[in-house]
């Protein structure tokens, strides 16, 4: 196959960590940029990014990255983006698109857009995907392949400048879905996302803090499910936290109607009505078989989870069957 | 390798769903009985046990079934195990042992041990592994490696017996650890099992009501954290309900404490008390950790799930990338 044309000169990195690094690395195995500059907030990233050769080059400031890029992303916890967009506003060349990898996309646009002067595409985008892990030995070129990028370009947003941006993330893998509303944004994913590892935080707290359970029952005895749990509440903290105060209101929301349900299935359990539990749990059994459908998890049991072969089990002596049992 | 003497001449499964059906594949491959005889409460069930070749007989009631058996095991929802110990215990022979692979303990043994006649031994145990999947297709012969097997022995019961069982899930690839208390057992499973499934079922159930968000989004942006809870709420609904009914107090007690924890980060969220959620959120971290480091949940991100390779992705025309941009 002849090699593509990159879609971009210059990409630059600000954030190198699990999101940012799985950009480089797809960027590159996909040939969509001719150059990554990269930078991070701490020299200990910066040298580990130069180290596994993820950029082209790395520098040590925010301007210093924007500095005649063609794409900025920014890949860096929400709390800090309207910041550095302050910060690499100057360097901006005309005709740059700006962009970013929140999870949150109202605090985002709130606290981006004021300071990208004139003349620069500003185009918010949210990747669906991710993995427990951090930091820039964390990513990996295939994160994005079949999951959703979410783009919500504010009204008057130059189309071209949109499409683009929605071309190098589906070159990345990702399909796109374009939102006209930010607001609209940070509901849907107060629930597919912001709700469930807000709760997944809550019970592993809950779990580790029990007086009558130890933590190595905990631990032991976790294949019932709390595993599960455990993952999504290993995230990165910074990232989570900056996530709960930008989208406050409609993770508020969401765990005020979640907080309704659970009430209804406590009563159910208090009272022993088998047939409203036995009712509620028959139906989200649908919500699971669409999610596998639409490819968005695996259809293998247990997530696909390694199962490890069977022992070699040679019978302990004792336990033998004899002809007079 | 000599072929291992098998532990029992004759086992019976009640029931042959997941766990069954894996009982029935695990114990034939390790040889770890002379002969399965199997039963099943629907005749649909049992022809197809009887095409997957997974008993040397199946037989239509469930005393059939036990009649001759060195062990019995109970493969069936918590709610009926009691009606089965019942129907069984005039044909047990004597020195039989008689378990289960219930998710909860105390009704069990309140159910179970009343209706069993002396010279029996009862065994009760609980098998902590399971995927999603359910009925004799879905189980497999590793399902139990490596996850523990709880035992819960009435006070007195025949130590030889409570061995051979042990040395039986041993070699099935189980761990095995013995709880003197079923009380403490469904305190433990509560909050490592059985909350987590509740809570799971709830918002699923809360994301498919919403009228703020369709389900098609809900579905499409899964990946961000959502999807994980799906798996877990698309469990056996009858085994559930009888999960809740019959464990009610240790469940109940766990949701409160669960609910304080919610409230005090739902307080934190609404105060925008960032250092109170970071705190939180670093601490979970190490839970996970310890899960993997002894072998109770794979290493690999995200679960290990697969990962399709990139695109070919050959460059859209209209965005080349020209000299002029």
């Known amino acids: 196959m002849a090699q593509p044309t990159p879609l971009f000169n210059r990409l630059a990195l600000i954030g190198v960590g699990l999101i940012g690094s799985s950009i480089a690395r797809a960027a590159r195995a996909q040939g969509a940029v001719r150059e990554i500059v990269a930078t991070a907030r701490t020299a200990a990233t910066r040298r580990r990014v130069a180290e596994l050769g993820l950029a082209d080059q790395v520098v040590e400031s925010n301007g210093a990255a924007a500095t005649g890029a063609d794409l900025v992303i920014v890949c860096a916890p929400v709390g800090v983006c309207g910041e550095i967009a302050k910060e690499i506003a100057p360097q901006l060349k005309r005709g740059a698109i700006v962009s970013d990898v929140g999870s949150v996309k109202t605090a985002i646009v709130r606290d981006m857009a004021p300071h990208l002067p004139p003349g620069v595409h500003f185009v918010p985008a ?5 993995t427990e892990h951090s930091g820039p030995d964390a990513g990996f070129a295939e994160l994005f392949v079949g999951r959703w990028c979410i783009l919500t370009p504010p009204e008057g947003t130059d189309a071209a400048a949109v499409d683009k941006l929605a071309a190098f993330w589906r070159m990345l893998g990702a399909n796109v879905e374009t939102m006209a509303s930010p607001e609209h944004h940070d509901l849907v994913l107060a629930i597919t996302s912001h709700l469930p590892h807000l709760i997944a935080y809550t019970i592993v707290g809950t779990a580790d803090e029990l007086a009558e359970v130890t933590r190595s029952e ?6 019932g499910g709390f595993r599960d749990f455990t993952r999504i509440a290993a995230s990165d903290p910074t990232m989570w936290r900056d996530v709960f105060l930008a989208n406050k209101d409609a993770v508020l929301e969401m765990l005020g109607t979640f907080n309704e349900d659970l009430s209804q299935l406590t009563r159910a359990i208090r009272r022993g009505d088998g047939e409203a ?13 669409g999610i596998v459908e639409i490819g ?3 259809p293998a049991p247990d997530f696909g989870r390694a199962h490890p072969g069977l022992p070699d089990a040679p019978l302990p002596r004792p336990y033998a069957v004899s002809d007079e049992t």
């Open 218 to 223: 905990v631990l032991k005895f976790s294949a």
């Open 126 to 130: 949210h990747p669906v995907a991710g």
């Open 296 to 298: 968005q998890d695996s």
């Open 277 to 289: 539990l036995f009712e509620h749990f028959a139906r989200t059994r649908a919500i699971r078989r």
